[in-house]
């Protein structure tokens, strides 16, 4: 059984910063690509940022200089550093995981919400 746990969203004011992390647990033989989500209300879910197991990292435009993706592939650890944020940044986040265990599936955290006042 996998699972995946966010943590760190909350409220905050415009301009300011968040930091999600995300912890996968369970029997895992190696996590792939690790990567954050987001749904508001009414919206479908999007992608945000995706990293791979060597580092490397793709960004939505709306958030390309503002948003960070990071792992720690010994925790199995994904991290989101948000900064300049927007009130339209406002959502529930999602991580998200490709997994080996004995086969291979994508796996979803419960999300977390945060919210952006102006």
């Known amino acids: 059984q996998v699972q995946l746990v966010e943590s760190g969203g909350g409220l905050v004011q415009a301009g300011g910063s968040l930091r999600l992390a995300c912890v996968a647990s369970?029997?895992?033989?190696?996590?792939?690509?690790m990567g954050w989500y987001r749904q508001a209300p009414g919206n479908p879910r999007e992608l945000v940022a995706a990293?791979?197991?060597?580092?490397?990292?793709n960004y939505a435009d709306s958030v390309k200089g503002r948003f960070t993706i990071s792992r720690d592939n010994a925790k199995n650890t994904v991290y989101l550093q948000m900064n300049s944020l927007k009130p339209e940044d406002t959502s529930v986040y999602y991580c998200?995981?490709?997994?080996?265990?004995?086969?291979?599936?994508?796996?979803w955290g419960r999300g977390t919400q945060v919210t952006v006042s102006s």
């Open positions: 369970g029997s895992i033989d190696s996590i792939l690509t």
């Open positions: 998200n995981a490709l997994i080996r265990t004995t086969t291979l599936l994508t796996y």
């Open positions: 990293i791979g197991s060597g580092g490397s990292a």
